[in-house]
T-cell receptor, first 115, second 113 residues
Framework: GENVEQHPSTLSVQEGDSAVIKCTYS??????FPWYKQELGKRPQLIID?????GEKKDQRIAVTLNKTAKHFSLHITETQPEDSAVYFC??????????????FGKGTHLIIQP | KAGVTQTPRYLIKTRGQQVTLSCSPI?????VSWYQQTPGQGLQFLFE???????NKGNFPGRFSGRQFSNSRSEMNVSTLELGDSALYLC????????????FGPGTRLTVL
């Protein structure tokens, strides 16, 4: 199955600053890259995703970029707020481009927003 | 629409026992995926069911199995429980075409003593 590496494992930023989380994947056939946010004691929730036919996608303060040649994708959060504090997971299809819905997740980044 | 539900929410078992967890997907969703979440290993893919067939399987031993019913509800079973099976087990449902958004349930917290 697909292998996803995520960095950093912990990220502390001042409120109002930007945060960037990076992931790499191994299977060049992978074509779907979602990002999930998990608050303490809650279920993971999709915040943004990108498919391999685009290089960047933005939704208000959140953006994701994809570099297929280098096989990496990144999450960018601008003007961070206290409610952004959570664990963020990147993911890619477990079967690469294999037409199923199971995901391989990165190990997660604990984002801490300092007041 | 009601969200994904899982039962039970908490479970305590002893080594050697077996356990069955249940997941009810969002109405209209035909795919159910199962994940194990632990502090050390993060979220790991167990398997995915689509239209009552296992479509995809992660790298877990045969003690972990699952099934899906005609109404898309899914169960997973773990036999001969080990201490290392203690984890949060999450299921997620999706429409099922491929690469669709997955909606997670609240999870079942399994503790093996």
């Amino acid at each position: 199955g697909e292998n996803v590496e995520q960095h950093p494992s912990t990220l502390s930023v001042q409120e109002g600053d930007s945060a960037v989380i990076k992931c790499t994947y191994s299977d060049s056939a992978s074509n779907y890259f979602p990002w999930y946010k998990q608050e303490l004691g809650k279920r993971p929730q999709l915040i943004i995703d990108i498919r391999s036919n685009v290089g960047e996608k933005k939704d208000q303060r959140i953006a994701v970029t994809l570099n297929k040649t280098a096989k990496h994708f990144s999450l960018h959060i601008t003007e961070t707020q206290p409610e952004d504090s959570a664990v963020y997971f990147c993911a890619a299809p477990y079967l690469g481009g294999g037409g199923a819905d199971g995901l391989t997740f990165g190990k997660g980044t604990h984002l801490i927003i300092q007041p | 629409k009601a969200g994904v539900t899982q039962t039970p929410r908490y479970l305590i078992k002893t080594r050697g026992q077996q356990v069955t967890l249940s997941c009810s997907p969002i109405s209209g969703h035909r795919s159910v995926s199962w994940y194990q979440q632990t502090p050390g290993q993060g979220l790991q893919f167990l398997f995915e069911y689509f239209s009552e067939t296992q479509r995809n399987k992660g790298n877990f031993p045969g003690r972990f199995s699952g099934r899906q019913f005609s109404n898309s509800r899914s169960e997973m079973n773990v036999s001969t429980l080990e201490l290392g099976d203690s984890a949060l087990y999450l299921c997620a449902s999706s429409l099922g075409g491929a690469n669709n958004e997955q909606f997670f349930g609240p999870g079942t917290r399994l503790t093996v003593l």
